[in-house]
Nanobody, 117 residues
Framework: QVQLVESGGGLVQPGGSLRLSCAAS????????MGWYRQAPGKRRDLVAT???????GYADSVKGRFTITRDNTKKTVCLQMNSMKSEEAAVYYC???????????WGQGGQVTVAS
């Protein structure tokens, strides 16, 4: 079991920036794809960004050009840099790590991101 601990959530103004971090422990990291998801109240949990073991990235169309996902396989961390944030992007943000042997995910605890003035 991979344990994922998130940090960096909090309050940001519309148009501002916030950086989320996720630290993995308890298992291998460098061979696993990782991602960030978000879930607003009453909404589904949506994929925001992904990064493969080799560093290839993918983004939801709504965040392209504003969000950047990175990973550091030495530190076993994945980060999400969020710029020019919009009010509608307030949500609980979750990091996730893909299992190697199946299509399951392990999840971080979630971190609240509030976008407000």
């Amino acid at each position: 079991q991979v344990q994922l601990v998130e940090s960096g959530g909090g309050l940001v103004q519309p148009g501002g920036s916030l950086r989320l971090s996720c630290a993995a422990s308890g298992s291998t990291f460098g061979t696993n794809a990782m991602g960030w998801y978000r879930q607003a109240p009453g909404k589904r949990r949506d994929l925001v960004a992904t990064i493969t073991s080799g560093g290839s990235t993918g983004y939801a169309d709504s965040v392209k050009g504003r969000f950047t996902i990175t990973r550091d396989n030495t530190k076993k961390t994945v980060c999400l840099q969020m710029n020019s944030m919009k009010s509608e992007e307030a949500a609980v943000y979750y990091c996730a790590i893909a299992h190697l042997g199946d299509d399951e995910r392990d999840w971080g605890q979630g971190g609240q991101v509030t976008v407000a003035s």
